[in-house]
């Protein structure tokens, strides 16, 4: 989606622009202009919880830390209902 925002750009003949995004788009406008911010004069989120400077690899590794280091709790803590999950339960109906 990103790659796209910037042939977007191109084809309207835009060197910079104010990215609005709501939702998702936020994301997209975010992540576009982490990676092009020669290209970005600004960006306004629209309803959006917006994570800041998850996109480099230091980054992933402070959040993949945490997670690491509780490995060896889950077991205890899954039958208590106190270990996160990475999906949710299937739904039936």
């Keep these: 989606m990103p790659a796209r925002s910037g042939g977007v750009l191109a084809a309207?003949?835009?060197q910079r622009a104010r990215l609005v995004g709501p939702s998702y788009g936020a994301l997209v406008a975010v992540h576009f202009?982490?990676?092009h911010p020669d290209r970005v004069l600004g960006v306004?989120?629209?309803d959006s919880a917006q994570p800041y400077g998850i996109t480099g690899e230091e980054s992933r590794e402070r959040i993949r830390r945490p997670f690491r280091q509780a490995r060896p709790l889950m077991p205890l803590l899954r039958p208590l209902g106190m270990s996160a999950r990475m999906s949710t339960p299937p739904i039936r109906t």
Excluded: T
């Design 33 to 35: 202009a982490d990676r």
């Design 44 to 46: 306004v989120s629209v």
């Design 12 to 14: 309207r003949g835009m």
